[in-house]
């Protein structure tokens, strides 16, 4: 069954238990699972990354029958699916487990997908296609965002958000909260103000990159470097990023020697830390510690300075050194 993303919180779902939600616009995917399906469908939520599940199918099917999570009314997530999950949600699907509902969350899906074919005939799941926001629709989530807020901000400052969110809902949410953060102690928002606190699209993949190195996830760094091409110019911004969360997480290590409680340490923080980057942050703490960090500061400062001598080198530089930092 299709349904369109705009019309499911005004359908019944309590009945549909298999949900297949495909497309670029992750914003609106996690936005729809957070508000309109685990709601609807359970409490107890386990995420799983399609890619774990294909090294071992039986154990994974096996756990679902057996009730091997310990729990009633189960949401299982499966992010990154394509047609090598077709034959197993098939097989999921024919065995009536009791409580149990799945969302498999893919991206584009061509028309000749058996996975969307599936979904988009069978009565009892449902197939949901997430397309890009336009700036309309983004003008249109921001200027609600400061209503609710009582944020005076001008229609040309919602134009220069909306536009540098680059059509991306997430980045938009997160430049949201920062400007949020922002107004609590000024009456008027300047597009000074706007342009220094929120960030160009284009950085949120160098952001990523740099949070990747330093919480030593190693698989997704390498994806990351393989998926985007970075440029000569974006290396000097890659050690400012990095320079940045270091000193924060030298500032973090400073706080937890005094207080034990990681979570209430890195919820004090000063400028806050937006709740979609704590859990980075936290794996960030545990992955290294105070004297590493110092030592990666002085290394990064050091890599700066050799790149200014051989700018031709500056993309191997810089990407030796976010590798053999991540080790």
Known sequence: MIIKSFELKKKNLKDKKFFLLYGNNKGLIEETIQETLKPILATNIFSYEEADILKDVENFKENLINKSFFENEKLIIINRVGDKFFKIIEDIISKNIDDLAIVLIANNLDKKSKLRTFFEKELNTVCVPFYDDNLQTLAFITQKFMRDKNINISQQLINIIVERAKGDRINLKNELQKIESFSKNRKNISIDDVLN?????????????????????KNRLIKILNENNFSSEDCILILRIFLSKLKRLTKLHLELSNKKNIDAVISSYKPPIFWKEKEIVKQQVKALNYKEIKDLIIRANEIELLMKKNPQFSINITTDFIISSAI
Request: with cysteine; glycine share 0%.
């Open 197 to 217: 606190i929120t960030n160009l699209s284009e950085n949120y993949d160098i952001s990523e990159l740099v949070d990747n190195c330093l919480s030593k996830n």
